[in-house]
């Protein structure tokens, strides 16, 4: 399967980081280097600002070019993002709305979307300072935005969530971190199999 992995966080020193190589090394056991791509919004340099909204066109973007190049090759899209106000960093939304874009990724029929991503899946695997329970509880929680309507609207289906919550709370310990980078391994490891 060719996998697609989006790091959202935007400094590579974060623990989304570690989650990004983490669940790298557990895909590449059972898939060739050729299979993985990784784009890391943390070191790219791009606008994540969509200037005029889809009414015209911004300046050409090297990172847009290529995100949309390896999303149209990847079978499976992998989202690694923290959650900031109940959503996600500026500079995924903005990688989101860039990329994402209408007559690539959807195009509207009247007042419903025709889907040009279908047949591809997606798995999130976020990190939040709220609990967990509340992160996926709320009404707007970033799987349901994903689900419903970001990758939705587009045709892909998000199929997995992982949610690491109470981040820099009393019961984030290094240990309970490890353990989690050993579990997106593993689902990664899953992941390569299919």
């Known amino acids: 399967m060719k996998t697609l992995i989006i790091q959202g966080h935007p400094n590579t020193a974060s623990f989304g980081q570690a989650v990004a190589d983490a669940y790298q090394r557990g895909l590449r056991t059972h898939t060739g280097a050729e299979n993985v791509r990784e784009i890391n919004l943390g ?44 959503t996600f960093p500026s500079v995924l939304h903005g990688w989101f709305e860039r990329v994402l874009t209408p007559g690539y990724a959807y195009r509207m029929n009247h007042s419903r979307p025709e889907r040009l991503m279908q047949g591809k899946t997606a798995s999130l695997i976020a990190t ?3 609990p967990g329970f509340y992160t996926r509880l709320i009404p707007n929680s970033p799987a349901r935005l994903l689900r419903k309507h970001v990758l939705g609207i587009c045709g892909i289906r998000l199929d997995k969530t992982h949610i690491l919550g109470s981040m820099d709370g009393p019961k984030d310990t290094v240990e309970r971190r490890i353990r989690f980078l050993e579990y997106v391994e593993s689902s990664a490891r899953k992941t390569g199999r299919r």
């Open 128 to 130: 939040s300072w709220a």
């Open 43 to 86: 070191i790219e340099d791009f606008d994540p600002v969509l200037r005029y909204g889809y009414r015209e066109r911004m300046e050409p973007d090297q990172l847009i070019e290529r995100s949309q190049a390896d999303l149209a090759w990847a079978d499976h899209l992998v989202i690694i993002t923290p959650v900031w106000w109940t």
